[in-house]
Structure formats: structure tokens, C-alpha cells
């Protein structure tokens, strides 16, 4: 517990003492002692508790960050931050050309070991069919190198406006090296930053008028979208709120900032600062290697969708294809020799042995089109989409995190609880919470995780504890929010002030567990005596009283010099501290 957490909790402590103190009602006595008057107290009945809280945020309680089964490219994007997926609902789709070719490639293999297998029981028409097959597989392997050679001219992937070009006439590319980049900015997006108090207001389809200073003219946009998370500042926290705003005559560029206002109600406006971003923007990479051979287009020229961007050339790929058309050639020979001609002998063991490689050849095609059904990544759990980290395009690897999904419908949050504090705190324990963003909710909870191990700093140990929130209505991830954790608590018990209860040997000490015996000075008809009491519950600003006090009974806390008016205590005190937990123990009494 550091020092600022300790003099929180003391201050908590004082303040509930102060008006404690206030309800109860000092006295004074000053007929009961010649060295001056009593200051006192009467005992009450009233309700104590006593309580542990501490400060999180709430997060969803199932989050989910998705990367891609290998290396591949996206091909499509099917959702957007904020859209809620269901589990198994596909989400990225990728592309790998690659693994395709391999799964051809196996299933013709399959196909091959197959009629191999056919033709040694029936070797005639089995011959003709492996022959087939190979020509069936250099066909294949034509269009393969084909589809690379169409390649070689990059064709925009959307209508929009050349924003840069990155390579020149001559330039050496491999694949994935970005050619240009091409922004769609017939309409833009204006990003502000909405303060968390005024985020309840704003709702898609709200009127917003956008001004960019005084070089252009004043314009009309849409509230798009609000952001499903909030985003912690220097000094607030704030949401972003995506407006649309038509610009046909691309004026509004990428970065430019605007004051935006969005009417949120009649007569009510939410205003902010917010920056121009394009709503598309694709960087169109070399899907070959090669050689910048042409370049259609320059920066700042419009585009349509399909038009040819760039030519490359690559040597390589053009020996390759006419390599594949000699193989076609080839193989329309062997048929020709084979429709003709007879096949040997075969032994048994050819046969098994051909049967194994069959089976070898099954599974392969099994796994490869496993990999390729792996291309379609999907959400592992229904819940909203918390963030897109790819595009159409993108070269993306193992580790590469595609998207994150997370289940708002189950939220928790973790306090840090002391160590003092931790053998009072069980699972399915309640606990209320209230949000900062929220005032007057209170969110009811249960303690659903408490760790085994705990976090050492200053010398004192910390555990954290999770709490399972029962109601997520109006919360939002990553607010902030105070939990508390009632301990123990009574509706009705005899109390009196914790610095009035004195050991029966040292003087004032601080009470706590049950059945305690302790002692109190009581004023009698004017005169104090002492008298020995059993103490229960205990919070550092009141203590309960089991016996040895009867309601009304004036119990005196220390005693008023006459010549200097300054108060002394009975006996030397020991001061009482509150005890931690994650945000110190707080306690209650009523009524005084």
C-alpha cells in the first residue's frame, strides 16, 4: 500500500468519523472534575459495516484476438469495428495462391496414384486414364503460370484518385512490394474525439455541420459511426465518432482538421475538433516479382476500378510458361503412345505398394484443402468486433493479428486487495460497483476470481481479485469504475466512537475480530468509572459494543483543561489506522 492509497483511507476514515461524531453529539461535563469537563458521547444503535474496495476498469470478460493459420494476403475484409459477429461467422477471408497450386497439384497427384492403381487391374483403359491425368495436371499447371502472367499488369482495385507512387521504370519489385497507393475520397471521414460524458448523445444518422476554416465553405456531414471502446488521454477520456462528409471535388484532404458540431438534440449540440481521413485507401502491391516495365499513371490522377496501373516484367515467368506449354505437348504424345500400346505384368506387391502411395495421396489433398477452409477466419465467439488491424491487400503472417472480437455481454473487473484484507474476500462473495461515467448506477457483482499468488511492492502484498458484473447495460469497455465489497456488516448494534475503547492494559488500541474484552470510561451521575466491555465489529471509526453498555449510556472520550481548553485524553493513544485493501477499508455506521 503506497502513501497515497494510505492517506485516501485515513482521510475516508476521518470524514466518516467527523460526521459520525456530528449525529452522535459531543457533550460536556463540567461539574464531574476539578481539573476541567469531559468531553462524551452516548451510545447508539445503529448499523455498521465494514468493506474493501478498490479502483478498475471494466473490461469484457471474453476477448479474442484472431491471427491467420500461415503467411498469406487478405482478400477480403467482411466486417467492420463495431459490427457483431456471431461464432463461426467468417470474417477475414485470405488468399494464397501458393497453397491453391499445392491442393491442384495434390489433387492431381490423387487423381494420378489413382488411375495408377487402376491400371494395374484393368492396364489398358487404367493407362489411358493415368495418361489423361497428366495431361489433366499440365493443363493445370499452364493456367497456374497464366494467371501469374496476368499478374504482371496491377489493375486498380477501386475507383478513387492516385495519392503516391512508390516505384519507377526499371525498378526491381518482388511480390507484396507496394506500387502506389490510391485513396477513395469522393467521401471522407471526419474523426473526432467525443468526451465520455457526451458520448451517450451521439448516434448514427445525427446532422453534423463540418467547418474547415476560412479557405472553404462550410459543409453538412453524418454521424457514420461511434466507436465501441474509449481512448484514454493525458487528461480525458474520449470516443471517436466517424463523420461522413461528401467531398466530389476532393478538397477535403487526409489530415485536414475541422470543428465539427453535431446536433444531438433540439437546441443541443456536442462540438469537437476532429481530422480528415479517406474512407478507402488501398496500397496496390506486385502480386509478381519482376521489373517496373510501364507506368500508366501519375500521382494526383483519377482512376477507375479495374484500369491498368503498372507493367512488370519477369524473364523467368514467360520461360516458365512455355516450359508448361512443351510439357502439354509432351503429354499429348504419351496418350497417343498409350491408346495404342499394352502395359506389363503387374505383381501383388505392386499393388499394395501403389495402394499405400493412393492413401498417401488422399491425405494429402485432405490437408491442403483443410488449409484452404482455413482461409476463411472466422470469429471464434459471438460478440462485437473490436478492432480491424488489415485491408484487402496486406501481405500477413503467423503472427499477424487480424481482428479482435470481444463478448460484452459477460464484463468483470479486477481490484487489487490487500493481503490483511484477502482471507475475508471468497468467491461468489457480492460486491457493488459504480462508474464514474455512469453516476447513481450501481451495478451489482460477485467475486468470480481471487489469485493465488499475489504482487509485492513496499514490502506489502496485493492480490487481484475479479469481479463478474451481473447487469452490463450502458457499459462500455475500458471505463472506469470503484467496486466495494462489504466484509461484514450488522443492521443493529450498540456503538460508540473507536477512541473511547480502551485495552484493559495499555491504553487505546485498535479493535478488531469478535468477543474482545476492552474497557470504557463512563460517566455516572457526573463521575467517571471505568468499565469493562466485550467488543464486536470494529471499522477504525466505530466499534460495537457487546456488553458491558447499555444504549444512552455516556461514555467520555477525553477531558477539557479548564485553564488552557485544550483536550487530553484519559489514557495514552494509540492512534487506529484504517485497514487497506485495494483502495482501503472503508466502514459504515449510521445514524450517529
Do not use: C
Not at 469495428?81 to 485470405?94: H, I, K, N, P, R
Request: hydrophobic letters at 40%.
Amino acid at each position: 500500500m503506497n502513501s497515497k492509497r494510505l492517506w485516501i483511507g485515513l482521510l475516508v476514515a476521518l470524514v466518516a468519523a467527523g460526521v459520525g461524531y456530528w449525529q452522535f453529539g459531543y457533550a460536556k461535563d463540567s461539574g464531574a472534575s476539578p481539573e476541567g469537563s469531559y468531553v462524551t458521547v452516548q451510545a447508539r444503535i445503529a448499523p455498521i459495516e465494514v468493506s474493501i474496495s478498490g479502483t478498475g476498469s471494466v473490461v469484457a470478460s471474453d476477448k479474442r484476438t484472431v491471427r491467420p493459420p500461415a503467411s498469406a494476403t487478405v482478400a477480403e475484409v467482411h466486417a467492420k469495428e463495431g459490427d457483431t459477429v456471431s461464432a463461426g461467422q467468417v470474417v477475414v477471408t485470405l488468399y494464397d495462391e501458393n497453397l491453391l497450386y499445392q491442393l491442384e497439384q495434390a489433387r492431381a497427384d490423387f487423381a494420378s496414384q489413382l488411375l495408377r492403381l487402376d491400371s494395374y487391374r484393368t492396364p489398358t483403359e487404367a493407362d489411358l486414364k493415368s495418361a489423361l491425368a497428366k495431361l489433366a495436371q499440365a493443363e493445370a499447371t499452364l493456367e497456374a503460370r497464366q494467371r501469374e502472367r496476368d499478374k504482371l499488369i496491377a489493375l486498380s482495385p477501386s475507383a478513387g484518385r492516385v495519392l503516391s507512387v512508390r516505384v519507377n521504370p526499371g525498378d526491381s519489385v518482388s511480390q507484396s512490394t507496394v506500387l502506389l497507393t490510391i485513396v477513395d475520397d469522393t467521401e471522407v471521414f471526419v474523426v473526432v474525439q467525443v468526451a465520455q460524458q457526451d458520448i451517450a448523445k451521439v448516434v448514427p444518422g445525427q446532422v453534423a455541420q463540418v467547418a474547415f476554416g476560412a479557405e472553404l465553405p462550410l459543409t453538412t456531414g453524418v454521424v457514420q459511426s461511434v466507436a465501441v471502446e474509449a481512448s484514454s488521454g493525458a487528461k480525458s477520456v474520449t470516443v471517436p465518432v466517424y463523420v461522413k462528409v461528401a467531398n466530389p471535388e476532393a478538397v477535403y484532404r487526409s489530415g485536414l482538421s475541422a470543428n465539427v458540431t453535431i446536433s444531438v438534440a433540439q437546441s443541443e449540440y456536442v462540438s469537437a475538433v476532429g481530422t480528415v481521413q479517406p474512407i478507402a485507401r488501398y496500397e496496390q502491391k506486385a502480386e509478381v516479382s519482376g521489373v517496373v516495365e510501364t507506368l500508366y499513371v501519375s500521382e494526383a490522377d483519377s482512376v477507375t476500378k479495374g484500369q491498368p496501373l503498372v507493367a512488370i516484367a519477369n524473364t523467368s515467368l514467360d520461360a516458365s510458361i512455355k516450359q508448361a506449354e512443351s510439357d502439354i505437348e509432351s503429354a499429348r504424345q504419351a496418350l497417343l503412345r498409350v491408346e495404342s500400346g499394352l502395359l506389363a505384368n503387374v505383381s501383388d506387391a505392386d499393388i499394395v505398394q501403389q495402394e499405400l502411395r493412393v492413401e498417401q495421396a488422399r491425405a494429402q489433398v485432405a490437408s491442403r484443402e483443410a488449409q484452404v477452409r482455413a482461409l476463411e477466419v472466422r470469429s471464434p465467439i459471438d460478440g462485437v468486433v473490436t478492432s480491424i488491424q488489415v485491408a484487402a491487400g496486406d501481405s500477413v503472417v503467423s503472427n499477424t493479428s487480424l481482428f479482435s472480437v470481444s463478448d460484452f455481454s459477460a464484463m468483470s473487473m479486477v481490484i487489487p486487495v490487500d493481503e490483511l484484507d484477502i482471507p475475508n474476500v471468497f468467491v461468489g462473495q457480492e460486491a457493488s460497483v459504480r462508474v464514474e461515467a455512469l453516476p447513481g448506477r450501481v451495478f451489482s457483482a460477485k467475486v468470480s476470481k481471487i489469485a493465488a499468488e499475489g504482487t509485492v511492492r513496499d514490502g506489502i502484498a496485493t492480490y487481484d481479485v475479479t469481479l463478474a458484473l451481473e447487469d452490463t447495460t450502458s457499459l462500455r469497455g475500458s471505463m472506469t469504475a470503484n467496486a466495494t465489497i462489504v466484509i461484514q456488516s450488522k443492521p443493529n448494534a450498540l456503538l460508540v466512537p473507536s477512541e473511547a475503547v480502551r485495552s484493559v492494559t495499555t491504553g487505546v488500541t485498535r479493535v478488531q475480530g469478535a468477543a474482545t474484552p476492552r474497557r470504557v470510561t463512563v460517566l455516572n451521575d457526573g463521575v467517571p468509572e471505568q468499565r469493562e466491555v466485550m467488543v464486536g465489529l470494529s471499522n477504525g471509526v466505530f466499534t460495537e459494543i457487546l456488553s458491558g453498555l447499555e444504549e444512552g449510556d455516556v461514555v467520555v472520550i477525553s477531558v477539557i483543561d479548564q485553564g488552557s481548553q485544550t483536550q487530553t485524553p484519559l489514557m495514552p493513544v494509540t492512534p487506529s489506522q484504517p485497514g487497506s485493501g485495494g483502495g482501503g477499508r472503508q466502514g459504515g455506521g449510521r445514524g450517529y
